[in-house]
């Protein structure tokens, strides 16, 4: 089945707000049963959710339409279909018969994907009376075995694992989908990369200039304090590259109790207290959330709303909030750069006031509309390599990497991990961990502190093996060299 998706806007009643949802476009029309799944979820999923719920029935589609002849039964096709999410599409000599060339895909995305379509399905057959495509079944021996383990770990783990109710538990680990999924590898931690420390300042004062305006004596003029305050609320306040975006001019104020320190306060796009500058018909603040504040007095959404094509996106994670009125605190360390932050701030502001701003965003283009993250991301990409560096996340010179260097800054100062927590609005401890686990370097100078260890008598030296007669081993004499140890006597 030919078809196409598309970015809707969907009147659902009388009034004045449209609900934006991508849907697929056939020969036949729009989906239906999709787009009335979408907008029944559309108030509690986000966009980047429906968007791959919207992959998924595309690939589902493609794939029924290139083998609409292979399967008279639903459920073996969708199993099918799994493998071949899995395998991709090609053959060994290179061929397709069916045109799809589907690469395979991580186990990750494979689970995700079906089970959003099982989820689906299991709607449809609720509300149209169709035939589920992938049904519960009853899991085998080994299937209840490890879903019994993977409850009793999680539930260990869980703060309020004692509130869990096991008999409902037990009712549902005896069920299982009847595609079955690869398991997915079990991956240790890896160390993170993160931006280095020693270079910061550099990256601020040599890497953010303003093209053609190096020697200016005004700093506001031979700096970009825009991208420069956006640094550094990742590197010194923690924050993911994403959420200096949701920024408004009213989140930042001298700290009350350190005033020469900036209080940075990022409230949650929506669900945050508004401003108070929006007046009603008696001149009072409407007392109101930041979704209505922006869609009332600017005729906007909150940035996570937006496709993640459009240059207003800018996603939002599930944080640990610090207050009702829905924001957390950014805590600076080390704490002197709240006060290089709140300076900068303060001249930042100043070039914003001058600029035609219909909105309440913090961080504007040159014509005053709200910033976007993608020229950020090549903003920062160019004042890296003008100081000498390659951008690239697998070394820490990436914006991800400044996050990762704030997380290790406060485990490499042996800050609690209750409290790195909190710094780091994670919700659960063991988020910590990616900052406890050695990388490659780290590991590599342990071991070489063991190896001197080793040779300074602490533990068993290295077997000579020349001295039991195996001169075949060594027939360089590689191992006779540097280390008088390995010598023959």
Same mark, same amino acid.
């Given at each position: 089945?030919?078809?196409?998706?598309?970015?809707?806007?969907?009147?659902?009643?009388?009034?004045?707000?449209?609900?934006?949802?991508?849907?697929?476009?056939?020969?036949?029309?729009?989906?239906?049963?999709?787009?009335?799944?979408?907008?029944?979820?559309?108030?509690?999923?986000?966009?980047?959710?429906?968007?791959?719920?919207?992959?998924?029935?595309?690939?589902?589609?493609?794939?029924?339409?290139?083998?609409?002849?292979?399967?008279?039964?639903?459920?073996?096709?969708?199993?099918?279909?799994?493998?071949?999410?899995?395998?991709?599409?090609?053959?060994?000599?290179?061929?397709?018969?069916?045109?799809?060339?589907?690469?395979?895909?991580?186990?990750?995305?494979?689970?995700?994907?079906?089970?959003?379509?099982?989820?689906?399905?299991?709607?449809?057959?609720?509300?149209?009376?169709?035939?589920?495509?992938?049904?519960?079944?009853?899991?085998?021996?080994?299937?209840?075995?490890?879903?019994?383990?993977?409850?009793?770990?999680?539930?260990?783990?869980?703060?309020?694992?004692?509130?869990? #109710?096991? *008999? %409902?538990?037990? !009712?549902?680990?005896?069920?299982?989908?009847?595609? /079955? &999924?690869?398991?997915?590898?079990? +991956? #240790?931690? *890896? %160390?993170?990369? !993160?931006?280095?420390?020693?270079?910061?300042?550099? /990256? &601020?004062?040599?890497?953010?200039? +303003?093209?053609?305006?190096?020697?200016?004596?005004?700093?506001?003029?031979?700096?970009?304090?825009?991208?420069?305050?956006?640094?550094?609320?990742?590197?010194?306040?923690?924050?993911?590259?994403?959420?200096?975006?949701?920024?408004?001019?009213?989140?930042?104020?001298?700290?009350?109790?350190?005033?020469?320190?900036?209080?940075?306060?990022?409230?949650?796009?929506?669900?945050?207290?508004?401003?108070?500058?929006?007046?009603?018909?008696?001149?009072?603040?409407?007392?109101?959330?930041?979704?209505?504040?922006?869609?009332?007095?600017?005729?906007?959404?909150?940035?996570?709303?937006?496709?993640?094509?459009?240059?207003?996106?800018?996603?939002?994670?599930?944080?640990?909030?610090?207050?009702?009125?829905?924001?957390?605190?950014?805590?600076?360390?080390?704490?002197?750069?709240?006060?290089?932050?709140?300076?900068?701030?303060?001249?930042?502001?100043?070039?914003?006031?001058?600029?035609?701003?219909?909105?309440?965003?913090?961080?504007?283009?040159?014509?005053?509309?709200?910033?976007?993250?993608?020229?950020?991301?090549?903003?920062?990409?160019?004042?890296?390599?003008?100081?000498?560096?390659?951008?690239?996340?697998?070394?820490?010179?990436?914006?991800?990497?400044?996050?990762?260097?704030?997380?290790?800054?406060?485990?490499?100062?042996?800050?609690?991990?209750?409290?790195?927590?909190?710094?780091?609005?994670?919700?659960?401890?063991?988020?910590?961990?990616?900052?406890?686990?050695?990388?490659?370097?780290?590991?590599?100078?342990?071991?070489?502190?063991?190896?001197?260890?080793?040779?300074?008598?602490?533990?068993?030296?290295?077997?000579?093996?020349?001295?039991?007669?195996?001169?075949?081993?060594?027939?360089?004499?590689?191992?006779?060299?540097?280390?008088?140890?390995?010598?023959?006597?």
């Amino acid at each position: 089945m030919e078809h196409t998706t598309v970015r809707a806007k969907i009147h659902r009643d009388m009034t004045g707000v449209l609900t934006e949802i991508p849907v697929i476009i056939t020969e036949h029309g729009p989906l239906q049963p999709l787009v009335d799944y979408l907008l029944e979820r559309s108030h509690s999923r986000s966009f980047s959710w429906m968007q791959k719920m919207t992959q998924a029935v595309g690939l589902l589609l493609d794939y029924m339409a290139a083998n609409h002849d292979c399967f008279d039964d639903p459920k073996e096709l969708f199993q099918t279909f799994v493998q071949r999410l899995y395998s991709g599409t090609v053959g060994e000599d290179g061929s397709d018969p069916s045109g799809l060339y589907w690469q395979g895909m991580s186990q990750t995305l494979v689970r995700q994907l079906a089970y959003q379509l099982s989820e689906f399905s299991d709607w449809m057959a609720e509300k149209h009376g169709t035939k589920p495509i992938n049904p519960w079944r009853e899991s085998t021996g080994f299937e209840e075995m490890l879903n019994w383990a993977a409850w009793h770990q999680k539930h260990h783990r869980a703060f309020l694992g004692h509130t869990w #109710d096991r *008999e %409902g538990a037990s !009712h549902a680990i005896k069920r299982a989908r009847n595609a /079955l &999924l690869k398991r997915t590898p079990v +991956v #240790d931690h *890896e %160390g993170v990369k !993160h931006f280095p420390d020693e270079r910061m300042m550099d /990256l &601020l004062f040599k890497g953010f200039i +303003v093209p053609g305006k190096q020697k200016s004596p005004r700093i506001e003029e031979r700096l970009n304090l825009r991208d420069i305050l956006i640094t550094m609320l990742m590197h010194y306040g923690g924050v993911r590259m994403s959420e200096p975006f949701h920024l408004y001019v009213h989140d930042v104020l001298p700290d009350p109790f350190h005033p020469e320190r900036a209080h940075v306060r990022i409230f949650h796009p929506s669900e945050g207290n508004a401003p108070p500058d929006w007046l009603d018909a008696r001149g009072k603040p409407t007392r109101c959330n930041r979704e209505a504040y922006l869609r009332g007095k600017y005729g906007l959404r909150p940035r996570d709303q937006y496709f993640s094509t459009d240059q207003m996106h800018a996603g939002w994670k599930g944080n640990a909030l610090d207050s009702k009125a829905h924001f957390m605190d950014v805590h600076w360390f080390p704490q002197w750069s709240g006060e290089l932050f709140l300076k900068l701030w303060t001249l930042h502001m100043l070039q914003r006031a001058i600029k035609p701003c219909d909105h309440p965003f913090a961080f504007v283009t040159e014509k005053g509309k709200p910033y976007a993250i993608d020229s950020f991301m090549r903003a920062h990409k160019r004042a890296i390599e003008r100081i000498g560096l390659t951008p690239a996340k697998s070394l820490g010179t990436s914006p991800h990497g400044h996050r990762h260097a704030y997380g290790q800054r406060l485990t490499d100062a042996k800050v609690d991990a209750i409290f790195r927590k909190k710094a780091l609005h994670h919700k659960s401890l063991e988020s910590q961990v990616v900052y406890t686990e050695p990388d490659r370097a780290r590991l590599t100078q342990a071991l070489d502190a063991a190896t001197k260890r080793l040779e300074q008598g602490q533990s068993l030296p290295p077997p000579d093996f020349l001295h039991y007669g195996f001169e075949d081993v060594d027939p360089l004499g590689l191992l006779s060299g540097p280390n008088p140890k390995l010598k023959r006597n």
